[in-house]
């Protein structure tokens, strides 16, 4: 068969990578000069490994991308950082039973009582019992109004805003279900890996055409889709069937004969976007070599702070420290329209609580923003959950909103892309 897939994200290649080996014609169009997806890199000129412009790692339980990457011979360090929370103005290691049944700012009832609900998540198999609850009214009454006041409750709107009261339970245990204390990445950047899959789908004849943008798509007894290519011509391919891996208000933009029932239903798939404004230092903001700080401070104007190169070594980007200040918020936030002088200026006073030296040490920084980046998760998210088939003969959806219950990731963009192949392949042969 000859098959589209519209975008180069880890959905996109991993679902391409799967049918070229079933010896179909897969054509992967993505608008970006880079593949990649949320986890597209870029590099600096003195550095020898790409970084993303929006933070990522594996966990150690990621088998779908690790068992991949050992598929296509792709090297992954492994390394176990020290995650950290900051709460009332200080740093506190909680990344372990020991941290947090050592966490001084709660009772030791209150620790005790906070360990045994994460545990009860870590290995409580059946999710599908928990997203009719809404996190927020569960966990303040199993953890404690104290403990979920002061760490979790901060955590939930720092993140989700408005959509705090509604994100259900089974998100978070998903979130609590798929953590490792160690940590995997691949060896030279996201970027590497993707390219390495790039080039595994084009020696086995599959094609990745970039800065190429989709401007139509329609089915009838073949799939027609309208491409601009990077010199601005626009010619029509046809297709047996087409896998969109892009956003949900994307594909409802170029497939003009969707039925308005079949676009409100994906209208109700909610999602934020994320910027990151990535600080190069010339020594580290942590002191105490923390790799991921959450903030708990419902007032804070930044998410999360992420060092980087606390957990990969800073001699691959030139012995530079790299910090990530990471937020998720709606497209039409105001943090959307700031420039990187402007997000700066509204987190240094912040940042100097935490670090009053740190502004001496900027070398360089740069602010990056996705449109879409974490689907909101509310209550009985299964009941609204668009299905793979489209109302397009031979169109499939496959994207970041339907890897429940786990939430966004490569390495479940990469199951998600591999599933989108079987399916195909059972279709052709059924």
């Known amino acids: 068969m000859k098959i589209a897939v519209i975008g180069a994200g880890f959905t996109g290649l991993s679902a391409a990578h799967e049918l070229v080996k079933q010896n179909h014609e897969v054509f992967v169009f993505e608008k970006d000069p ?133 994100i259900s339970l089974a998100w978070f245990w998903a979130r609590i279900k798929k953590r490792t204390p160690d ?80 676009k409100n239903s994906l209208g109700k798939l909610k999602g934020l976007g994320a910027t990151n404004l990535v600080l190069r230092l010339k020594k580290n903001f942590f002191e105490d070599n923390t790799y991921w700080l959450s903030v708990c401070d419902k007032t804070a104007p930044v998410m999360a702070i992420v060092e980087h190169t606390n957990l990969v070594d800073k001699k691959n980007y030139g012995n530079e420290h790299i910090v990530y200040l990471g937020n998720y918020k709606s497209f039409d936030d105001p943090y959307f329209s700031m420039s990187k002088e402007e997000m700066l200026k509204k987190f240094d006073p912040y940042l100097k609580k935490i670090n009053p030296n740190y502004k001496k040490n900027i070398i360089d920084y740069e602010l990056f923003k996705a449109p879409f980046a974490q689907p909101i998760i509310p209550i009985n998210y299964s009941k609204i959950l668009s299905s793979f088939k489209t109302p397009l003969k031979n169109v499939f959806l496959a994207n970041i909103e339907q890897v429940y219950p786990w939430d966004r990731g490569t390495n479940y963009a990469v199951e998600l892309g591999q599933k989108i192949a079987k399916i195909i392949n059972v279709n052709e042969n059924a």
């Open 183 to 262: 940590l995997a990445y691949p060896k030279g950047g996201f970027l590497n890996f993707a390219n390495k899959l790039v080039n595994e789908i084009e020696n086995k004849n599959g094609s990745v055409l970039f800065e190429t943008e989709i401007l139509e798509l329609k089915s009838g007894l073949k799939v027609k889709i309208k491409i601009k290519d990077k010199k601005g011509k626009i010619t029509q391919g046809v297709f047996d069937k087409a896998i969109v891996t892009v956003p949900s208000f994307l594909f409802l933009s170029i497939s003009p004969q969707l039925s308005s029932k079949y």
């Open 34 to 166: 880079q593949p990649g997806g949320l986890a597209i890199g870029y590099k600096e000129k003195n550095w020898s490994w790409s970084l993303e412009k929006h933070y990522h790692h594996w966990f150690t339980n990621d088998y779908s991308v690790l068992n991949l990457s050992r598929e296509i011979n792709f090297d992954v360090i492994i390394r176990r950082p020290k995650t950290s929370v900051y709460v009332k103005n200080k740093i506190y290691q909680l990344d372990s039973p020991i941290t947090v049944l050592t966490f001084p700012l709660l009772s030791i009832l209150e620790r005790v009582r906070m360990s045994l609900i994460i545990a009860f998540l870590k290995f409580f198999p059946f999710w599908k019992i928990l997203e009719k609850y809404k996190a927020s009214v569960i966990l303040s009454k199993l953890m404690g109004n104290n403990a979920y006041q002061m760490i979790w409750e901060p955590l939930f709107i720092n993140k989700f805003g408005k959509y705090t009261d509604n």
